[in-house]
């Protein structure tokens, strides 16, 4: 009988072992993998990450002026599994800790996370072109940021005037 009690007197000491959850927030581990969040303003629009969801929890829609994309994040349909974040590759989605995801039964059509990612503008002729954030601005385009800016058909119109300017030199180099 005394182990018992010894046991007992040191447990009672230690204090309770479990969360006190629903009385105070429970806690959440540190390498926890809950839903996913989406950052616009990293977003390139090159949807990889709708691609790789295998539940299909995230859209992309076409904004009905042509003005950019409305991306939409199904909590819901959502499985955790962390595809989206692995493969984008600016790091605009990625997996919280959040895992508080109870909502009444008249919010299931609408707990989703909803951003808009206009389309970037041409610096030459001003047409639309996929978003470039200053993430992507730093990491890619310092190499020709006079190109990186382009639209494709400008891109390659500047990319023909190089050329021949090159060739140019060339030529009168050899004569």
């Known amino acids: 009988m005394l182990p018992f009690l010894k046991i007992m007197v040191k447990n009672l000491l230690k204090g309770p072992s479990t969360d006190p959850f629903p009385f105070a927030p429970a806690k959440t581990p540190k390498r926890f993998r809950g839903c996913a969040?989406?950052?616009?303003?990293k977003?390139?629009?090159?949807?990889?990450?709708?691609?790789?969801?295998?539940?299909?929890?995230?859209?992309?829609?076409?904004?009905?002026?042509?003005?950019?994309?409305?991306y939409v994040l199904w909590h819901n349909s959502c499985?955790?599994?962390?595809?989206?974040?692995?493969y984008c590759p600016t790091g605009a989605v990625t997996m919280t800790d959040n895992w508080h995801l109870s909502?009444?039964?008249?919010?299931?059509?609408?707990?989703?996370?909803?951003?808009?990612?206009?389309?970037?503008?041409?610096s030459q002729c001003g047409?639309?072109?996929?978003?470039?954030?200053?993430?992507?601005?730093?990491?890619?385009g310092t190499r020709s940021p006079d190109r990186f800016l382009l639209c494709p058909k400008c891109k390659r119109e500047s990319q023909v005037k190089h050329a021949t300017d090159k060739n140019l030199i060339q030529l009168r180099e050899q004569q």
């Open 127 to 140: 047409a639309r072109i996929q978003p470039r954030p200053q993430v992507i601005v730093d990491q890619l």
């Open 103 to 122: 909502h009444l039964a008249e919010e299931k059509y609408t707990f989703c996370e909803t951003s808009f990612v206009a389309f970037g503008e041409c």
């Open 37 to 41: 969040s989406h950052d616009e303003s």
């Open 43 to 70: 977003c390139i629009l090159c949807g990889i990450c709708k691609h790789v969801c295998a539940a299909g929890a995230i859209q992309m829609r076409a904004a009905e002026d042509g003005s950019g994309v409305e």
């Open 79 to 86: 499985v955790f599994c962390g595809m989206c974040a692995h």
